[in-house]
């Protein structure tokens, strides 16, 4: 699967953001997508998850406030960022991987997934 980002830029508090993935390739390399970011100073982490039954997840930090959603005619993810807080600041990568179902939901860690953009910066001022 090959992945192409964009979206991002600065935003100040309370802003929002939206951020779109592309992808190519098989179906099958990438029915576990997901969107990881990363802090300055910190691990990645994901941030949402959707597997190919259309099954959605989302960190606690983020809950209520990002939404993953994904436009199969279009081969594109989508993370849907509103009231961004400075602490959501960082590198935002999206990420594929093979898992079905289950497995997508409990495989969150970076090894886990095979594929990646090349990730994109958001800034949220206070």
């Known amino acids: 699967a090959h992945l192409v980002q964009s979206g991002g830029g600065s935003v100040q508090a309370g802003g929002s953001l939206r951020l779109s993935c592309t992808a190519s390739g098989d179906t099958y390399s990438r029915s576990c997508m997901a969107w990881f970011r990363q802090g300055s100073g910190k691990e990645r982490e994901r941030v949402a998850g959707?597997?190919?039954?259309?099954?959605?997840w989302h960190a606690d930090t983020v809950k209520g406030r990002f939404t993953i959603s994904q436009d199969n005619a279009q081969n594109t993810l989508y993370l849907q960022m509103d009231s961004l807080k400075p602490e959501d600041s960082g590198e935002y990568y999206c990420?594929?991987?093979?898992?079905?179902?289950?497995?997508?939901?409990?495989?969150?860690?970076?090894?886990?997934?095979?594929?990646w953009g090349r990730g994109t910066q958001v800034t949220v001022s206070s």
């Open positions: 990420a594929a991987a093979s898992f079905m179902g289950a497995l997508c939901r409990a495989y969150d860690g970076t090894t886990n997934y095979k594929y």
């Open positions: 959707i597997a190919n039954d259309g099954g959605t």
